[in-house]
C-alpha cells in the first residue's frame, strides 16, 4: 500500500504529550484490519557530559526539506513493509529531559511487518532527516549533539 507522496506535517511545538500519543492510538480502535502496533518514543536524557548535566535539547530543522525526505522514507517503508497505517512527529523547539521528542507510529496486519518498520523507520530518520538538537546544559552552556 502506497500513500500520497504529498509531504505530511510531522513537525510538534516542543515536547509531544502523553495524551497525544494516547489519542493517536485510541483512533486505530476502529480500524479492524489492524493486528499490531509498533511504537517508537525517543525521550530526551539528562545525560552527563564534561561534567554537566543536560537540561533539554532544542530541536530545529529546515521544515521543508525535512518533510520532504520524511515523506520519502515513509514512501519507502510502505513500499517494503505490509503496513496498514504510519505516523511520525518530531519536536521542535526546547524539549526538556524526561519528555517525549520522537514519535514513531506503525501498524500492520500482522506483528512482523509493524516491528521490521519501525526499526527501518527510526534508523533512516535518524540517518537522513535534517533535524538538529542542541542540548542545553545546566550551566547554561551548549552544544550541538551527534544524532547516534
Known amino acids: 500500500m502506497t500513500q500520497s507522496s504529498t509531504p505530511k506535517k510531522v513537525f510538534v511545538d516542543g515536547a509531544i504529550a502523553?495524551?497525544?500519543i494516547a489519542d493517536s492510538i485510541a483512533k486505530h480502535?476502529?480500524?479492524t484490519n489492524i493486528g499490531a502496533h509498533q511504537i517508537f518514543l525517543g525521550q530526551v536524557r539528562a545525560d552527563v557530559i564534561d561534567g554537566q548535566t543536560v537540561l533539554a535539547i532544542e530541536y530545529t530543522a529546515y521544515k521543508p526539506m525535512a518533510e520532504q525526505i520524511l515523506s520519502e522514507i515513509r514512501e519507502q517503508a510502505f513500499a517494503q513493509f505490509d503496513l496498514t497505517c504510519m505516523h511520525i512527529y518530531h519536536s521542535l523547539g526546547t524539549v526538556a529531559a524526561g519528555e517525549i521528542c520522537l514519535f514513531v507510529f506503525v501498524s500492520s496486519g500482522h506483528r512482523k511487518a509493524s516491528a521490521d518498520?519501525?526499526?527501518f523507520l527510526v534508523e533512516a530518520i535518524k540517518a537522513q532527516a535534517p533535524i538538529f538538537g542542541k542540548e542545553?546544559?545546566?550551566d547554561g552552556?551548549?552544544?550541538w549533539k551527534k544524532n547516534i
Do not use: R, V
Request: hydrophobic residues 40%.
Open 18 to 20: 502523553p495524551a497525544f
Open 29 to 31: 480502535q476502529s480500524k
Open 117 to 119: 518498520a519501525l526499526s
Open 136 to 138: 542545553i546544559f545546566e
Open 141 to 143: 552552556t551548549h552544544t
